[in-house]
T-cell receptor, first 116, second 113 residues
Framework: DAGVIQSPRHEVTEMGQEVTLRCKPISGHDYLFWYRQTMMRGLELLIYFNNNVPIDDSGMPEDRFSAKMPNASFSTLKIQPSEPRDSAVYFC??????????????FGPGTRLTVT | QQQVKQSPQSLIVQKGGISIINCAYENTAFDYFPWYQQFPGKGPALLIAIRPDVSEKKEGRFTISFNKSAKQFSLHIMDSQPGDSATYFCAARKGNRDDKIIFGKGTRLHILP
């Protein structure tokens, strides 16, 4: 299996621009998670989906952030407009019922976002 | 009550030594305690996990010790190697898959060659 795939791996954009991060979960996994990682705040859960339905978006920092999962194999996290404080590494993770530990989360390689 | 507190923030250990990272939690409803390992430029990956019905779990050089009454758990890395240098996160979750994993802030471990 290819694992969780994220694109782009690096994104540099100017303040005010729209940013779209993409994620392809592991095939067959029914949960998908979006995290943000910074030195100051550590690993923060932004939102997660079960069977393409958002379950908990309480971690989404503000209305500038939105996430969608139109089908089982694709999700996007959008920031509009972007601000310098959004600079972070954004991870997508998925989980299912197979694997070494049932319900374990498998993380993608992350997207490093820099907003100037 | 949702927090998982992890210490130390950073740790330097000589090659061959024992690395110890500690975590504490408040929510007694947590019943799954994983540890994740993250190398630079990579996403976190599950290293080892424990449930509260056992006090210790060992996988190779990695051991989780769990103290339910104290609501504490720790990761021990025996015979630490330079390749173990990474950031380690403890975490906790309730049994329901709809419940999110709560991560500690992470410990940056450096093993001196």
């Amino acid at each position: 299996d290819a694992g969780v795939i994220q694109s782009p791996r690096h994104e540099v954009t100017e303040m005010g621009q729209e940013v779209t991060l993409r994620c392809k979960p592991i095939s067959g996994h029914d949960y998908l998670f979006w995290y943000r990682q910074t030195m100051m705040r550590g690993l923060e859960l932004l939102i997660y989906f079960n069977n393409n339905v958002p379950i908990d978006d309480s971690g989404m920092p503000e209305d500038r952030f939105s996430a969608k999962m139109p089908n089982a194999s694709f999700s996007t996290l959008k920031i509009q407009p972007s601000e310098p404080r959004d600079s972070a590494v954004y991870f997508c993770a998925s989980s299912g019922t197979s694997g070494r530990a049932a319900y374990e989360q498998y993380f993608g390689p992350g997207t490093r976002l820099t907003v100037t | 009550q949702q927090q998982v507190k992890q210490s130390p923030q950073s740790l330097i250990v000589q090659k061959g030594g024992i690395s110890i990272i500690n975590c504490a939690y408040e929510n007694t409803a947590f019943d799954y305690f994983p540890w994740y390992q993250q190398f630079p430029g990579k996403g976190p990956a599950l290293l080892i996990a424990i449930r509260p019905d056992v006090s210790e779990k060992k996988e190779g050089r990695f051991t989780i010790s769990f103290n339910k009454s104290a609501k504490q758990f720790s990761l021990h890395i025996m015979d630490s190697q330079p390749g173990d240098s990474a950031t380690y996160f403890c975490a906790a979750r309730k049994g329901n898959r709809d419940d999110k994993i709560i991560f500690g802030k992470g410990t940056r471990l450096h093993i001196l060659p």
